[in-house]
């Protein structure tokens, strides 16, 4: 069974970057789809983003598309998950979740493994 951890959240001004990271210990992490998920207050935690095994391919929701981008070092065993030209809607803890099947989740049932949240705040 892997554990995650994310790190990287903070409180940033709308148009700035931040760089999330996700680290993954217990099982190699290359064993796993990777995905994004954040929640904001009061709402369902949303997909973000997800990267397959080896780290070729990728998919994100239309919200971020363009602005965040994932991406995995596998010999490190951490996802990254970069986003830039942030938003004060960007607000929210992000998760990351590790998927054993090779198929492209965008929902929260696909990801057995999650990590315990980084909060994101971006003011206007």
């Known amino acids: 069974q892997v554990q995650l951890v994310e790190s990287g959240g903070g409180l940033v001004q709308a148009g700035d970057s931040l760089r999330l990271s996700c680290a993954a210990s217990g099982r190699t992490l290359s064993s796993y789809v990777m995905g994004w998920f954040r929640q904001a207050p009061g709402k369902e935690r949303n997909f973000v983003a997800v990267?397959?095994?080896?780290?070729?391919?990728?998919f994100y929701a239309d919200s971020v598309k363009g602005r965040f981008t994932i991406s995995r070092d596998n010999a490190k065993n951490t996802v990254y998950l970069q986003m830039n030209s942030l938003k004060p809607e960007d607000t929210a803890v992000y998760y990351c979740?590790?998927?054993?099947?090779?198929?492209?989740?965008?929902?929260?049932?696909?990801?057995?493994?999650w990590g315990q949240g980084t909060q994101v705040t971006v003011s206007s």
């Open positions: 979740a590790a998927s054993n099947s090779a198929y492209f989740y965008t929902t929260t049932d696909g990801y057995p493994y």
């Open positions: 990267i397959n095994r080896s780290g070729t391919n990728t």
